[in-house]
């Protein structure tokens, strides 16, 4: 890819972006696009304290400057402890490359260039005299080069320890934060053995009374999600029942499902005033069914029965008993009783804790398996991404791409298109990807996402950069690329790294900058709300509250890191491309995080090792390409002082996990512990442990994870009046001038 060819993929990339925050800017304040960009804050009851206000129709820039402004307790307040330590890698990624930017701007970069190596190569462009290729051999320039390595590594090393240290102290803090979340007491059990002459219910309650006696409360059997959905359909429609057949039928389906909260038996729902706990619906129809009930014990139905799943969660007394069980092999065989840390209610991911234990190695090893398949398959795409970028290559295999090549839109088709098709064949891998985390049998939410990032994260760097340098080279050279060896990968990676900058700065910017745009405009979220408002008129929402792409989000800046560290000494001038996206995803993402995206479950900061990992695997790739490509130039000794850097970024490494991983693996028994005595000598943990078992009410939990009839349909039935098109849109219009900015900086109000 020459100049003009980069020249029109970085016009194109402005123009969409500029245009993008610019219309952005306006759509915002439009009172029909309320729930579109700021689902989070209305989610959060916080949409009318202000009263402001503001020009609609005329772009502004004032939401930077509110995002600039917001501190990180306000970033907590909104989005949690993920939301911060996102936005924390981003800032690490600010303060390495703009070291590596300037370090490299102004002493790698001119050595580059009048390095004058490449005089005489045929096939060398105006893009080649700018990276490492065009240094002579046996330069002594090369030192420039290792000494800048040396201090991009060192620094990267030292912020890594310190947000390391940081993210730590706020995961611990987090349990401090939130001493009563019921997930401290429960553990899930899986595994659970099979008996023709007792339920897994009884087996669960018979195990751990025999084995925890002095601190097991209860157990929660787990039922089949597909059994709890027509429950739950069943319960929505004969709680409104008004017949006495109806209401005798609901009793039947309420006394067969065995709540496990002892609650008295002559309590009973008040006329109108209890609501079910399926349903949530009020009714006078029937009585509360406790863990004393006679049909709850040896006579339950054989048909209930038959949809117990081999999980339950069992609450214990304290927080230190639950954490023992959760760590401790339960029996003889590892494969039953398996115990772990309960996830948090809205965590749960109910469908998979249904999965047979002893199948989870098979959906992993086929999950891996079509993993593999799909990577491969995505090689073919690839190949004519990199085929668009170097048509000049297939001419003569292709003669009629010789008509294309002289046309005026060359520079089109082979600077700006590849990056898009590329981005635009991405976009269905981290679906696919938490796909392949669901059928793992993940059983939280929290941790299938972060599942699917590692493995979107590991595609991206096979598929999105070895992939695309191997794939270039091998149309470059016409089918003459062969590896025989690691040593010869190696080699070969350090001579075609820096060949392949150039198009890798266009997919900066076309998957960064434009890609920023895109988030900060939700098109799909405002393309429906139009047309369920404006077009078929309805009166139910299309957007509700979506929570943060992790899985997306944190794959794509790491990738731009591990694009960074590779190329920082060998084509530096994809830095200050690097450098503008990660400023800008500082603010839009802050921007996203107060305003747009509802947190309903947290992973307490575990995407930090995530991306301490990234980082680790990008400087030493980055440091054996380099030591590899000084020995190519004859610089043995630039080459031999590259070995104790990557010994050194290894240790370094070790000790981190060392020191901080089993942080983020444990919970501590010392705070648990101490956590217990403060409670027991408050009298709160009593009131704790009594709550524990309706905090996991699967049938309401899985209620509000399904879409029943809503209540506007059951209004259809009904006398009451519905409210005008006019009036909500007359409330949207108040929320939208409560939350809009003024244009003069003397009128911004602060988020708190």
């Given amino acids: 890819m020459d100049i003009p060819a980069l020249l029109t993929s970085a016009g194109m990339n402005i123009w969409i972006s500029v245009g993008m925050f610019s219309l952005y800017s306006i759509l915002r304040k439009q009172p029909l696009n309320v729930k579109v960009y700021f689902g989070q804050r209305i989610a959060q009851g916080r949409t009318r304290n202000e009263n402001i206000c503001f020009e609609r129709f005329a772009p502004s820039a004032s939401w930077i400057l509110k995002a600039w402004n917001a501190t990180e307790e306000d970033i907590f307040a909104c989005g949690g402890i993920d939301a911060v330590v996102f936005l924390r890698i981003v800032i690490f990624s600010i303060r390495i490359f703009a070291i590596a930017t300037i370090l490299c701007t102004f002493l790698v970069l001119p050595l580059n260039y009048f390095g004058e190596g490449i005089q005489g190569i045929e096939d060398s462009t105006a893009m080649d005299l700018l990276t490492i290729g065009n240094v002579q051999e046996g330069s002594k320039w090369l030192w420039a080069h290792c000494f800048t390595l040396y201090v991009i590594s060192a620094c990267a090393c030292t912020l890594l320890y310190f947000e390391y240290e940081n993210v730590a ?33 009884e087996s669960v309650g018979k195990f751990f009374s025999n084995y925890y006696a002095s601190s097991y409360i209860t157990h929660q059997i787990i039922y089949r999600f597909g059994a709890v959905q027509q429950l739950m359909v069943l319960m929505h429609y004969h709680c409104h029942a008004s017949s006495y057949e109806d209401a005798e039928k609901m009793y039947k389906v309420m006394t067969t499902v065995p709540v496990m909260a002892t609650i008295p038996d002559n309590q009973c729902c008040e006329p109108n005033t209890e609501r079910c706990g399926l349903c949530r619906a009020k009714s006078d129809s029937f009585k509360k069914v406790g863990r004393g009930s006679e049909l709850t014990n040896h006579n339950v139905d054989e048909e209930l029965r038959g949809k117990e799943c081999e999980a339950a969660l069992v609450f214990f007394k304290s927080r230190f008993d639950a954490l023992v069980v959760s760590q401790t092999i339960q029996s003889a065989d590892p494969m039953l009783w398996v115990t772990e840390p309960a996830p948090e209610p809205l965590d749960v991911f109910w469908q998979n ?36 970028t170097k048509i000049q290559y297939l001419q003569s295999t292709f003669p009629f791409l010789r008509r294309v ?34 059928l793992e049998g993940r059983v939280s939410r929290s941790t299938r996402k972060r599942s699917a990032c590692v493995k979107v994260l ?49 997919y900066v910017m076309t998957s960064g900058w434009s890609g920023l745009s895109f988030e900060l405009l939700q098109p799909v979220p405002l393309v429906g709300n139009w047309l369920f408002k404006c077009v078929l008129m309805k009166d139910e929402d299309f957007v509700r509250p979506i929570t943060f792409a992790f899985h997306t989000e ?14 920082c000494i060998l084509a530096p001038l994809i830095l200050p491309f690097l450098l503008v996206y990660f400023c800008f995803a500082f603010l839009v993402y802050r921007n996203q995080i107060m305003n747009v995206y509802y947190v309903k479950y947290q992973t307490d900061g575990s995407y930090w090792t995530l991306a301490h990992n990234a980082t680790i695997f990008s400087l030493i790739l980055t440091q054996v390409v380099a030591g590899i490509l000084f020995g190519m130039k004859k610089s043995s000794t630039a080459s031999t002082c590259t070995i104790p850097l990557i010994v050194c970024t290894a240790l370094f490494n070790v000790f981190c996990k060392n020191r901080f991983l089993p942080l983020f693996k444990n919970r501590s028994a010392q705070d648990a512990i101490e956590m217990d005595r403060d409670d027991e000598r408050s009298g709160k943990l009593q009131e704790i442990v009594e709550n524990l078992p309706k905090a996991y009410n699967q049938f309401e939990l899985c209620g509000d994870q399904m879409q029943l009839p809503t209540k506007e349909d059951d209004d259809k039935h009904s006398d009451k009046p519905k409210k005008s098109s006019s009036s909500e849109s007359l409330e949207e219009l108040e929320i939208v001038e409560n939350l809009a900015e003024t244009e003069s900086e003397d009128k911004i109000v602060s988020i708190n």
């Fill in 169 to 201: 102290r706020m995961r611990a803090e987090q349990v401090l934060r939130f001493p009563t979340r019921p997930s401290n007491f429960t553990v899930v059990v899986r595994g659970i053995p099979w008996s023709s002459i007792e339920s897994y219910n």
């Fill in 353 to 388: 804790l249904c999965v047979p234990y002893n199948l989870l190695w098979i959906r992993k090893i086929s999950v891996f398996i079509a993993s593999i398949v799909f990577s491969v398959i995505f090689l073919l795409p690839t190949t004519f991404v990199q085929g668009l």
């Fill in 405 to 438: 090549s002289d046309r005026s839109y060359i520079n089109l088709i082979t600077g700006y298109l590849p990056s898009l098709v590329l981005t635009v064949f991405l976009t269905i891998v981290p679906p696919l990807m938490m796909l392949f985390s669901t």
């Fill in 458 to 506: 590991i595609f991206f760097i096979w598929n999105v950069y070895f992939s695309n340098i191997l794939s270039g080279s091998w149309i470059e050279r016409m089918g003459r690329l062969t590896v025989t060896s690691p040593k010869d990968l190696a080699t070969l990676l350090a001579e075609l790294i820096p060949r392949q900058a150039s198009f890798f700065m266009t």
């Fill in 554 to 567: 944190v794959t794509r800046v790491l990738l731009f890191g591990l694009l960074g560290f590779t190329f």
